[in-house]
């Protein structure tokens, strides 16, 4: 199954979200921001880091490459999309997920082992996780903090869209500890930890992060 | 003010030119005026000025550092050595791995974001210009005491800007070290190191040859930050008295490096440059001058063409500008329409600016106007060198007398148990997430180990898990001490933190920090230093790949204490192998080497106020015994951790609270020495009991002393008669203090 995943200038995960794919049996597809063909793949990734430097606003730029113009009518026919970290950024300011990412309440960029829990498992990306499991990926940002007003937060959570919480001590100060989100479809997914750095307990926490990226390759195969 | 060009200089040898002001002295400049045989253009004397500073020229340290060169030991590793941007090492499979360690410390100071910022972009692209990936950063650092209030201004900058730095552009920040001394509070030291991967047939050379090849400046557009940097700031003592300085640090664009980075790669992918250099210190007068040099001498540059972010620059600030996140490559025209392009794709600005010549002189001019014509070599290479005069200080015979040895020592059980928690709670030794968290470890997704472990582990191939693991160190209060002996144990420590992952050391560098070279006392701490990493270096059997001396260190007369800070490469056939200070379940716990009675220059002392002494015994021969002991038995070997800062008490309780378990431990002889002496080759271990007699059987044959300490297991650290402290305190005591120091 072939799987994009989006370069960026200053995109920094992804040759990890490449990785990932590839581990969960994948075929990870470069798709380059600058161009709109999406090379007839089943699904895109938008990779973590600081895209076009994170200037005017994390994502905010990102958001009206060509690439975007492509990705945005794709996802909303419902074509598997999994931003992380800045990808989940970039999702947000495409109006793909509600809501926004603000600056940690430690005004610090963190980076740390992040247990976080599994809420829904009915998404593109989430359904090789059982209810409630809990694991633990790395959480590094700077701007992770999940923000969004009172009604929307209502809707997510009536409506099944919390893909993950934090576990403990809420690391950047998001609301109901949302660690990651999804559409009302399922198939755009957002999330703030890093998944694509917990593929192998080597190089990482644990290698359960692997299951968002097997949740849709196997599915689709 | 007009233009002055080579034909007007000729013509007005009497014009009062302001050679003091840029930091160069009388006869200094009257050696210009003879090589060039007139007065020298207002822009060669800026070029002259910043490349014959002490930061680019080493004309203090020069007539020492030449024992690397002398003193080398035969090594098949070597690829290139001293003298390009980094030092290359062969580490198998065809890869090849450079590293560099290089200080930003006054701009630190100064400015700590940008600082410490734009050093971490200098070291990067000096070992982007290699040919290299850069896959891995470490950060000594050191700065005054914990608690005084600069320390709050500067420390939490300087962390800052390594992360907000290193974070963008993709290269994991993976070690260093944090140590606090009073000797700091006015010039903290931030060294930055790199690690880059490439093939061999990759390696790139700073050297521009080919008459015809163009010179392409590419990156960042040319403004006005960091104007005499290197002149003004880098060789100049901080006094009181002076106005502040802030214009001449750099200001840094990890986002611009970042692009920078993957277009360099690309373009080294399809071998498009004959050779290449990044601008760091100095700018553009370094760049053409050491590509020149390195090549046949003769280069042609318009000046007038490279673009510009402030438009009013003169050709002088131009040429001297230390605008970040610029590069300079010698490309045949051939391969130019491609270079070009591959530049366009990654939106980077791209621009000739001039071309190799067959003559032997940097000619560069401004509008068709010539303004430099120079022999390129007397800019880069044949600065003045300088055999400053260096002498024992006439206390340090008093300061060697008075040893911490004869200090009043803790006995009780209540006594050494406080003494363990204010150790275990001192800043030095507490517990260094609040800083390693602001760092991103993870990007790449090669990460075996980092800080807190000994030493980094990086994998560089993920096929058949070759990898590199590198540690730098360095206790400032040992150097004091004894500079040569205190290097050999900076070497000896570095050496070790690399071996107890199971990895075999392969290299040096080093970042050379010390006070002013103008100081006798300071020159001979300095040669001391030099000759005693030469001699260890060629004891060892490991080449030094490369370094970086950073003088002047001091406010008013008082110098830091003199930093030599080691680093160590190593090479790991298997990362998956690698040992950490983290075990699981029950274990024995095994110390490696022999406990001696010192304590001068260590931890307990240094809590206690006192500095005096002789630094620890060191015995290179002995650390390699026991590095090749862990590699061969690291099947065996659950955990491995360095004694170093804080001997065994330190080194049992970090490697207890990593393992989440406590202990029950007996110690034979006197407990205080046995727990506080940092007697140096000493490794602590865990072994599976099944394991311990084998290992220990091992350890004999290898002639390496072992004693059985005890334990693990339960949630206390029982030492058996001695004392009892629950593994959660310690942990808390272990905590608090970083965080409660510097949250804001």
């Given at each position: 199954?072939?799987?994009?995943?989006v370069?960026?200038?200053?995109?920094?995960?992804?040759?990890?979200?490449?990785r990932?794919?590839?581990?969960?049996?994948?075929?990870?597809?470069?798709?380059?921001?600058?161009?709109?063909?999406?090379?007839?793949?089943?699904?895109?990734?938008?990779?973590?880091?600081?895209?076009?430097?994170?200037?005017?606003?994390?994502?905010?730029?990102?958001?009206?490459?060509?690439?975007?113009?492509?990705?945005?009518?794709?996802?909303?026919n419902?074509?598997?999309v999994?931003?992380?970290?800045?990808?989940?950024?970039?999702?947000?300011?495409?109006?793909?997920?509600?809501?926004?990412?603000?600056?940690?309440?430690?005004?610090?960029?963190?980076?740390?082992?992040?247990?976080?829990?599994?809420?829904?498992?009915?998404s593109?990306?989430?359904?090789?996780?059982t209810?409630?499991?809990r694991?633990t990926?790395?959480?590094?940002?700077?701007?992770?903090?999940?923000?969004?007003?009172d009604?929307?937060?209502?809707?997510?959570?009536?409506?099944?869209?919390?893909?993950?919480?934090?576990?403990?001590?809420?690391?950047?100060?998001?609301?109901?500890?949302?660690?990651?989100?999804?559409?009302?479809?399922?198939?755009?997914?957002?999330?703030?930890?890093?998944p694509?750095?917990?593929?192998?307990a080597?190089?990482?926490?644990?290698?359960?992060?692997?299951?968002?990226?097997?949740?849709?390759?196997?599915?689709?195969? | 003010?007009?233009?002055?060009?080579v034909g007007?200089?000729t013509?007005s040898?009497?014009?009062?030119?302001?050679?003091r002001?840029?930091?160069?002295?009388?006869?200094?400049?009257?050696?210009?005026?003879?090589?060039?045989?007139?007065?020298?253009?207002?822009?060669?004397?800026?070029?002259?000025?910043?490349m014959?500073?002490?930061?680019?020229?080493?004309?203090?340290?020069?007539?020492?550092?030449?024992?690397?060169?002398?003193?080398?030991?035969k090594?098949?590793?070597?690829?290139?050595g001293?003298?390009?941007?980094?030092?290359?090492v062969?580490v198998?499979?065809?890869?090849?791995?450079?590293f560099k360690?290089?200080?930003?410390?006054?701009?630190?100071f100064?400015?700590?974001?940008?600082g410490?910022?734009?050093?971490?972009?200098?070291?990067?692209?000096?070992?982007?210009?290699?040919?290299?990936?850069?896959?891995?950063?470490?950060?000594?650092?050191?700065?005054?005491?914990?608690?005084?209030?600069?320390?709050?201004?500067?420390l939490?900058?300087?962390?800052a800007?390594?992360?907000?730095?290193?974070?963008?552009?993709?290269?994991?920040?993976?070690?260093?070290?944090?140590?606090?001394?009073?000797?700091?509070?006015?010039?903290?030291?931030?060294n930055?190191?790199?690690?880059?991967?490439?093939?061999?047939?990759?390696?790139?050379?700073?050297?521009?040859?080919?008459?015809?090849?163009?010179?392409?400046?590419?990156?960042a557009?040319?403004?006005?930050?960091?104007?005499?940097?290197?002149?003004v700031?880098?060789?100049?003592?901080?006094?009181?008295?002076?106005?502040?300085?802030?214009?001449?640090?750099?200001?840094?664009?990890?986002?611009?490096?970042?692009?920078?980075?993957?277009?360099?790669?690309?373009?080294?992918?399809?071998?498009?440059?004959?050779?290449?250099?990044?601008?760091?210190?100095?700018?553009?007068?370094?760049?053409?001058?050491?590509?020149?040099?390195?090549?046949?001498?003769?280069?042609?540059?318009?000046?007038?063409?490279?673009?510009l972010?402030?438009?009013?620059?003169?050709?002088?600030?131009?040429?001297?500008?230390?605008?970040?996140?610029r590069?300079?490559?010698?490309?045949?025209?051939?391969?130019?329409?491609?270079?070009?392009?591959?530049?366009?794709?990654?939106?980077?600005?791209?621009?000739?600016?001039?071309?190799?010549?067959?003559?032997e002189?940097?000619?560069?001019?401004?509008?068709?106007e010539?303004?430099?014509d120079?022999?390129?070599?007397t800019?880069?290479?044949?600065?003045?060198?300088?055999?400053?005069?260096?002498?024992?200080?006439?206390n340090?015979?008093?300061?060697?007398?008075?040893?911490a040895?004869?200090l009043?020592?803790?006995?009780?059980?209540?006594?050494?148990?406080?003494?363990?928690?204010?150790?275990?709670?001192?800043?030095?030794?507490?517990?260094?997430?609040?800083?390693?968290?602001?760092y991103?470890?993870?990007?790449?997704?090669?990460?075996?180990?980092?800080?807190?472990?000994?030493?980094?582990?990086?994998?560089?191939?993920?096929?058949?898990?070759?990898?590199?693991?590198?540690?730098?160190?360095?206790?400032?209060?040992?150097?004091?001490?004894d500079?040569?002996?205190?290097?050999?144990?900076?070497?000896?420590?570095?050496?070790?933190?690399?071996?107890?992952?199971?990895?075999?050391?392969?290299?040096i560098?080093?970042?050379?920090?010390?006070?002013?070279?103008?100081?006798?006392?300071?020159?001979?701490?300095?040669?001391?230093?030099?000759?005693?990493?030469?001699?260890?270096?060629?004891?060892?059997?490991?080449?030094?790949?490369?370094?970086?001396?950073?003088?002047?260190?001091?406010?008013?007369?008082?110098?830091?204490?003199?930093?030599?800070?080691?680093?160590?490469?190593?090479?790991?056939?298997?990362?998956?192998?690698?040992?950490?200070?983290?075990?699981?379940?029950?274990?024995?716990?095994?110390?490696?080497?022999?406990?001696l009675?010192?304590?001068?220059?260590?931890?307990w002392?240094?809590?206690?106020?006192?500095?005096?002494?002789?630094?620890?015994?060191?015995?290179?021969?002995?650390?390699?015994?026991?590095?090749?002991?862990?590699?061969?038995?690291?099947?065996?070997?659950?955990?491995?951790?360095?004694?170093?800062?804080?001997?065994?008490?330190?080194?049992?309780?970090e490697?207890?609270?990593?393992?989440?378990?406590?202990?029950?431990?007996?110690?034979?002889?006197?407990?205080?020495?046995?727990?506080?002496?940092?007697?140096?080759?000493?490794?602590?271990?865990?072994?599976?009991?099944?394991?311990?007699?084998?290992?220990?059987?091992?350890?004999?044959?290898a002639?390496?002393?072992?004693?059985?300490?005890?334990?693990?297991?339960?949630?206390?650290?029982?030492?058996?008669?001695?004392?009892?402290?629950?593994?959660?305190?310690?942990?808390?005591?272990?905590?608090?203090?970083?965080?409660a120091?510097?949250?804001?």
């Amino acid at each position: 199954m072939r799987v994009g995943v989006v370069t960026f200038p200053g995109t920094l995960d992804d040759h990890d979200a490449a990785r990932a794919v590839k581990y969960a049996g994948g075929e990870p597809v470069s798709l380059w921001h600058g161009d709109t063909d999406l090379k007839d793949v089943a699904g895109v990734i938008l990779p973590g880091g600081f895209s076009y430097g994170d200037y005017l606003r994390c994502g905010a730029i990102a958001r009206f490459s060509p690439i975007m113009s492509s990705i945005i009518p794709a996802a909303e026919n419902g074509l598997p999309v999994l931003g992380i970290c800045n990808g989940f950024q970039v999702l947000c300011e495409s109006h793909l997920l509600p809501g926004a990412l603000t600056r940690n309440v430690g005004l610090h960029f963190l980076c740390r082992d992040q247990e976080i829990e599994i809420v829904n498992t009915q998404s593109a990306w989430s359904g090789d996780f059982t209810r409630g499991q809990r694991i633990t990926i790395p959480l590094k940002n700077g701007e992770g903090s999940y923000q969004c007003d009172d009604k929307t937060l209502q809707e997510l959570e009536e409506n099944n869209q919390v893909i993950a919480r934090y576990v403990g001590i809420n690391p950047n100060g998001s609301r109901n500890a949302i660690a990651g989100i999804t559409n009302k479809q399922g198939n755009v997914v957002g999330i703030m930890p890093h998944p694509e750095h917990a593929i192998d307990a080597l190089t990482g926490p644990s290698a359960a992060g692997l299951a968002f990226f097997t949740s849709l390759v196997r599915a689709r195969v | 003010m007009a233009l002055d060009t080579v034909g007007i200089a000729t013509n007005s040898p009497d014009t009062q030119q302001p050679w003091r002001e840029l930091g160069l002295k009388e006869d200094e400049y009257q050696r210009i005026r003879e090589i060039l045989n007139r007065r020298p253009t207002s822009s060669e004397l800026a070029m002259y000025s910043v490349m014959w500073s002490e930061h680019c020229s080493y004309k203090s340290s020069k007539v020492h550092l030449r024992q690397f060169g002398e003193k080398a030991p035969k090594s098949d590793a070597l690829l290139v050595g001293i003298g390009e941007n980094a030092g290359v090492v062969d580490v198998g499979q065809g890869y090849a791995v450079t590293f560099k360690v290089e200080s930003h410390n006054h701009p630190s100071f100064i400015e700590p974001y940008q600082g410490a910022a734009t050093g971490v972009g200098g070291i990067v692209r000096d070992i982007l210009t290699m040919g290299a990936r850069p896959v891995a950063i470490l950060d000594p650092l050191r700065f005054g005491p914990a608690d005084a209030p600069d320390t709050k201004r500067v420390l939490p900058g300087v962390i800052a800007g390594i992360g907000g730095y290193g974070n963008c552009i993709g290269v994991p920040t993976v070690g260093g070290e944090v140590i606090f001394d009073k000797s700091y509070l006015g010039n903290p030291l931030v060294n930055a190191l790199c690690v880059g991967v490439m093939k061999h047939e990759d390696i790139k050379l700073a050297k521009a040859s080919g008459a015809g090849n163009l010179v392409v400046l590419f990156g960042a557009k040319t403004g006005g930050d960091g104007i005499g940097g290197v002149s003004v700031l880098a060789s100049e003592t901080f006094s009181e008295k002076k106005p502040t300085k802030r214009p001449a640090v750099q200001v840094g664009d990890p986002f611009t490096e970042k692009v920078l980075i993957e277009c360099s790669l690309e373009i080294f992918k399809e071998d498009l440059v004959v050779g290449i250099q990044d601008l760091g210190g100095a700018g553009l007068s370094c760049a053409t001058s050491e590509l020149a040099s390195a090549g046949t001498g003769g280069m042609r540059i318009e000046l007038d063409r490279v673009p510009l972010r402030d438009a009013n620059l003169s050709p002088e600030e131009i040429l001297m500008s230390e605008s970040q996140e610029r590069m300079c490559a010698i490309v045949p025209p051939a391969k130019i329409d491609r270079f070009l392009e591959i530049c366009e794709k990654w939106d980077v600005v791209a621009t000739v600016i001039g071309e190799v010549t067959s003559g032997e002189h940097l000619e560069i001019t401004w509008h068709g106007e010539l303004i430099v014509d120079v022999p390129p070599r007397t800019v880069a290479h044949d600065g003045p060198v300088y055999n400053r005069p260096y002498k024992r200080p006439e206390n340090q015979g008093d300061l060697c007398a008075d040893a911490a040895e004869n200090l009043p020592r803790p006995s009780s059980e209540a006594e050494l148990a406080e003494t363990i928690l204010k150790i275990i709670s001192s800043p030095n030794m507490a517990d260094k997430t609040w800083i390693t968290e602001q760092y991103d470890k993870y990007v790449q997704g090669n990460t075996v180990a980092a800080g807190p472990s000994d030493a980094a582990v990086i994998r560089i191939d993920e096929e058949s898990f070759l990898g590199v693991a590198v540690a730098t160190d360095c206790n400032g209060r040992f150097c004091k001490l004894d500079p040569y002996q205190g290097t050999q144990l900076a070497l000896a420590e570095a050496f070790r933190n690399v071996a107890v992952t199971g990895a075999k050391p392969l290299a040096i560098t080093n970042c050379l920090n010390f006070g002013s070279p103008e100081d006798p006392g300071v020159m001979w701490q300095f040669a001391e230093s030099v000759r005693a990493l030469a001699d260890g270096a060629l004891e060892m059997g490991l080449p030094v790949t490369g370094g970086n001396v950073s003088f002047y260190n001091q406010t008013g007369d008082v110098a830091i204490v003199p930093t030599p800070v080691i680093g160590i490469l190593g090479v790991i056939d298997d990362v998956r192998k690698a040992i950490s200070y983290k075990f699981t379940g029950a274990k024995e716990l095994i110390l490696l080497g022999e406990t001696l009675e010192e304590l001068s220059g260590g931890e307990w002392a240094d809590g206690c106020g006192h500095l005096g002494g002789v630094p620890p015994r060191v015995n290179l021969q002995k650390e390699i015994v026991l590095a090749d002991f862990i590699h061969a038995q690291r099947d065996y070997i659950a955990a491995a951790h360095d004694l170093s800062d804080g001997g065994l008490a330190v080194a049992l309780i970090e490697m207890l609270l990593q393992s989440k378990t406590g202990a029950t431990v007996s110690i034979h002889g006197d407990p205080f020495m046995h727990l506080f002496s940092e007697s140096s080759g000493r490794i602590l271990i865990a072994v599976s009991s099944e394991d311990s007699n084998y290992v220990v059987g091992k350890a004999a044959d290898a002639g390496i002393t072992t004693t059985r300490l005890g334990k693990s297991g339960g949630e206390n650290l029982e030492i058996s008669g001695v004392l009892s402290l629950s593994m959660l305190h310690l942990q808390e005591a272990n905590q608090r203090t970083i965080p409660a120091l510097f949250n804001a």
